[in-house]
T-cell receptor, first 113, second 118 residues
């Protein structure tokens, strides 16, 4: 069974600084997708970024980028130029050949002014 | 463009009562899901459906039932509410295809239902 692990329950960063959230996963599949979702205090689940496992190039979306290490089964999220609006809980998620999304436990990120 | 719509947004139940959480999507997605999120925790899959008439258990199905009579609707039923079912419930949908249609379409989430059982 696939598992997703986020080992950092809480993190904080100063506004305008860079922060990296860690995620590791376990699977025997070769084709899969990885996602980072953001959940602000409003509780909405917002897609931040996605990565296809067959792509070697790391995905980027404006200030958000990932470091995808397939052999190490690692999928970290880097947030550059952190903004107060980035304060939220962040979830790493795995989607394999079943279509089911497996979530990590989440990392609460606090951006400090 | 409504996306995924959940009703109600809040509900308080007494122990032993039953209720149905409604979920509908207008994106013609084949897959639909129900999750629960306990305070400070991640999302756990309760049930999911790969298409009309087909449902399957997720990680935490006990105490819940689902049905999928149409592509659009995927209601979640609690038959005998228990305090342990106090949580925030999310419905989600996505397009998922195998082989040549293998898709990286992400799941679209509803805004959640906060359920308290006292």
């Amino acid at each position: 069974a696939q598992t997703v692990t986020q080992s950092q329950p809480e993190m904080s960063v100063q506004e305008a600084e860079t922060v990296t959230l860690s995620c590791t996963y376990d699977t025997s599949e070769n084709n899969y997708y990885l996602f980072w979702y953001k959940q602000p205090p409003s509780r909405q689940m917002i897609l931040v970024i996605r990565q296809e496992a067959y792509k070697q190039q790391n995905a980027t979306e404006n200030r958000f980028s990932v470091n995808f290490q397939k052999a190490a089964k690692s999928f970290s999220l880097k947030i550059s130029d952190s903004q107060l609006g980035d304060t939220a809980m962040y979830f790493c998620a795995f989607n394999g050949d079943t279509g089911k999304l497996i979530f990590g436990q989440g990392t609460t990120l606090q951006v400090k002014p | 463009n409504a996306g995924v719509t959940q009703t109600p947004k809040f509900r308080i139940l007494k122990i032993g009562q039953s209720m149905t959480l409604q979920c509908t999507q207008d994106m013609n997605h084949n897959y639909m899901y129900w999750y629960r999120q306990d305070p400070g925790m991640g999302l756990k899959l309760i049930y999911y459906s790969v298409g009309a008439g087909i449902t399957d258990k997720g990680e935490v199905p006990n105490g819940y039932n689902v049905s999928r009579s149409t592509t659009e609707d995927f209601p979640l039923r609690l038959e005998l509410a228990a305090p342990s079912q106090t949580s925030v419930y999310f419905c989600a949908s996505s397009y998922f295809g195998q082989g040549a249609l293998y898709s990286n379409q992400p799941q679209h989430f509803g805004d959640g239902t906060r359920l308290s059982i006292l």
